[in-house]
């Protein structure tokens, strides 16, 4: 799948944003080693602490089917924003060297890894 296919589903999830408290709405779309697509969206609480990110819904999401093996991610936020520490480190215990797209509103993105975002990272290997 080319970049901007999944940074188009993540502008998808990002419509579905639940985001009534920060109006940040949030997408993102994660690349199933078998070519398909889990999605999230950021989905927040009245409770603020208990919101979710959408990077982290799709994870689990793509955890939850079975499946740990990843290409890409897509997020997408207004601004192109990127993606929070909380985030980086949750994917990385699966996909440290993961290849991620940041794209805004308009779909205009910029692409990095995982291990750009989160250098000299803490992780499994360090609890064997
Ligand atoms: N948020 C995400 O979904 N992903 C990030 O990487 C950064 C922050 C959400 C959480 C909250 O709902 C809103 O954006 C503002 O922080």
Same mark, same amino acid.
């Given at each position: 799948m &080319?970049?901007?296919e $999944?940074?188009a $589903?993540?502008?998808?999830?990002?419509a579905?944003?639940y985001?009534? =408290?920060?109006?940040? @709405?949030v997408?993102?779309a994660?690349? #199933?080693?078998?070519?398909s697509? /889990?999605s999230?969206c950021?989905?927040?609480? /009245?409770? =603020?602490? $208990?919101?979710?990110?959408?990077e982290?819904v799709a994870?689990f999401? @793509?955890? @939850?089917?079975? &499946?740990?093996s990843f290409?890409?991610l897509?997020?997408?936020?207004?601004?192109?924003?990127?993606? %929070?520490?909380a %985030?980086?480190q949750?994917?990385c215990?699966? @996909?440290?060297? #993961?290849?991620?797209? $940041?794209?805004? &509103?308009?779909?205009r993105?910029?692409?990095?890894?995982? /291990?750009e #975002?989160l250098?000299?990272?803490?992780?499994p290997? /360090?609890?064997?």
């Amino acid at each position: 799948m &080319k970049p901007e296919e $999944l940074v188009a $589903l993540a502008l998808a999830a990002r419509a579905r944003a639940y985001a009534p =408290y920060s109006k940040f @709405a949030v997408g993102a779309a994660l690349l #199933l080693e078998d070519g398909s697509v /889990a999605s999230g969206c950021n989905v927040e609480n /009245a409770s =603020y602490g $208990l919101t979710v990110c959408a990077e982290r819904v799709a994870l689990f999401t @793509a955890v @939850a089917q079975g &499946k740990r093996s990843f290409q890409a991610l897509a997020v997408a936020t207004g601004p192109g924003a990127s993606m %929070c520490g909380a %985030c980086r480190q949750v994917l990385c215990e699966f @996909a440290p060297g #993961l290849t991620v797209h $940041l794209a805004d &509103k308009n779909g205009r993105f910029r692409t990095t890894t995982l /291990a750009e #975002l989160l250098p000299d990272s803490f992780g499994p290997e /360090a609890l064997r």
